[in-house]
């Protein structure tokens, strides 16, 4: 039973089109996470949802857009992508927030050419 | 701003030999340090994870300690395998706030 799933695994796509990446996580967590992963496999927190409310909202272009249908869903709707923003994109989700240990989902591999 | 460092970026032992991995972070007043392990082209799985008022945890041949008055946290691997070859991550949270701040990392290679 995967605990934090993330579809698609690979996404590959022209600049200037929209696109999204669905997460989900079956542990019953209240909290969940984006994060990306750039070519040089930095890791930073992008966005943070608690119970369906964003609680951490990272310098990030408003081209990205997470949204949050439930507690075990958190979507990262991306518009206008643009070369930079290849990389891998984790899904993760906690307990709550503070002091709770948070579980990755296997990454999303964007390509834009 | 909490800034972490691991070093060395990158370790390569012979199998069976112990070892030890440093992480460095700028901000004591974390709420808790983790540890991951990477495996190429894989998400992250969580190895330890420590409290700001604890001092180490361990799991099986791994041990974490936490020092946050001198900002250090390490993990030890006992008898290291093959099998442990990965990238090992370090997170820290940013004082008020449980965001991970991440290290880039240390790439293990045990060789047998």
């Known amino acids: 039973d995967t605990a934090v799933s993330q579809t698609p695994k690979y996404l590959v796509t022209q600049m200037g089109n929209d696109k999204s990446i669905k997460c989900e996580q079956n542990l019953g967590h209240d909290t969940m996470y984006w994060y990306k992963q750039d070519s040089k496999k930095f890791l930073k927190i992008m966005f943070s949802y608690n119970n369906k409310e964003l609680i951490i909202n ?3 272009p408003n081209r990205f857009s997470p949204k949050s249908p439930d507690k ?7 518009n206008s992508l643009e070369l930079g923003d290849s990389a891998v994109y984790f899904c993760a989700s906690s307990p709550g927030t503070f002091s709770y240990e948070q579980y990755f989902g296997p990454g999303t591999r ?3 050419t | 701003k909490q800034e972490v460092t691991q070093i060395p970026a990158a370790l390569s032992v012979p199998e069976g030999e112990n070892l030890v991995l440093n992480c460095s972070f700028t901000d004591s007043a974390i709420y ?3 540890w991951f392990r990477q495996d190429p082209g894989k ?15 361990t799991s099986g041949r791994l041990n974490a300690s936490l020092d946050k008055s ?3 946290s390490t993990l030890y691997i006992a008898a290291s395998q093959p099998g442990d ?3 090992y991550l370090c997170a820290a949270t940013q004082g008020g706030s ?3 701040v991440f290290g880039k990392g240390t790439k293990l290679t045990v060789n047998p």
């Open chain 1, 110 to 112: 964007l390509t834009v």
């Open chain 2, 32 to 34: 808790n340090l983790q």
């Open chain 1, 72 to 78: 075990a869903h958190l979507n990262l709707h991306i």
């Open chain 1, 58 to 60: 990272e310098t990030v």
């Open chain 2, 70 to 72: 001198s900002g250090r």
């Open chain 2, 98 to 100: 449980e965001k991970l």
């Open chain 2, 85 to 87: 070859s990965a990238t």
């Open chain 2, 43 to 57: 998400g992250l799985t969580s190895l330890l994870l420590i409290q700001s008022s604890q001092r180490e945890q």
